[in-house]
């Protein structure tokens, strides 16, 4: 099945061709449906933000009226996902998980800046905290009280300042070095990258379709499969 996958900073290209033979593209931005219009199923992981930037929703409508597959994950493909679910567009991943249960949406939360060289992240969003401050919560290593402040000092920090430097002294400011460290020490020392796994999840559910006979409800039943395996996998 011919397909485009639209990445940047939440997983490299290299990554992503051991992971897959789908073409590679750059984060998806306003246009680039119509001009890859001649694919049959579309990754949508990393995109460009900002209103005469961002893919819009009207434009992914277009191409599921077609027929075609889309896949959302990780970034501005997760938060288009959790606004076109019900019209065929398939989310995978915690972030999508996230979007969808959210009373708000927040493009911030998956905003960061990243290298226009080789598209590498240089900051840390909001939502890899969100997840970290989760996991610990769901272990009982924080409260829920904790877990709003530490979102809370992470969105008073502008997206493009937001290195895991600046990240770690706000945190030591807030709990001391000792306690940090302490919670880092249940996620190998560093907050975990949770769009970066989900971008995986992504690849991997695009070459499992595409490895399978397809039919119409197939899609759908992959996708609830990969979700289930997060459950079990953050609750870990």
């Excluded at 998956?110 to 900051?123: E, N």
Aim: glycine share 6%.
């Amino acid at each position: 099945m011919k397909t485009i996958i639209f990445a940047g900073p939440s997983i490299s290209h290299l990554e992503l061709a051991e992971l897959t033979t789908a073409d590679l593209a750059p984060p998806i931005r306003r246009g680039d449906i119509d001009r890859f219009a001649g694919y049959e199923m579309f990754v949508i992981i990393d995109g460009e933000f900002g209103q005469s930037l961002s893919v819009s929703p009207k434009e992914i409508l277009s191409i599921l009226k077609t027929g075609r597959i889309v896949i959302g994950a990780s970034s501005m493909g997760a938060l288009r996902a959790s606004e076109l679910d019900t019209c065929g567009m398939i989310g995978v991943g915690w972030v999508y998980e996230r979007f969808t249960s959210a009373a708000v949406r927040r493009d911030d939360d998956v905003a960061l800046a990243y290298s226009p060289l080789d598209l590498s992240p240089l900051t840390i969003p909001v939502i890899d905290i969100e997840y970290w401050t989760t996991l610990l919560l769901t272990r009982n290593l924080i409260s829920a009280r904790e877990k709003k402040a530490i979102c809370q000092t992470t969105r008073k920090i502008f997206y493009a300042e937001r290195t895991e430097g600046r990240l770690r002294r706000e945190f030591v400011r807030m709990m001391g070095s000792s306690r940090l460290k302490e919670l880092l020490a249940h996620t190998s020392g560093t907050f975990p990258d949770i769009k970066h796994l989900d971008a995986r999840r992504a690849a991997l559910l695009h070459r499992s379709l595409c490895d399978s006979s397809t039919t119409t409800e197939q899609p759908m039943e992959e996708r609830s499969k990969w979700n289930q395996s997060i459950q079990v996998e953050t609750m870990g």
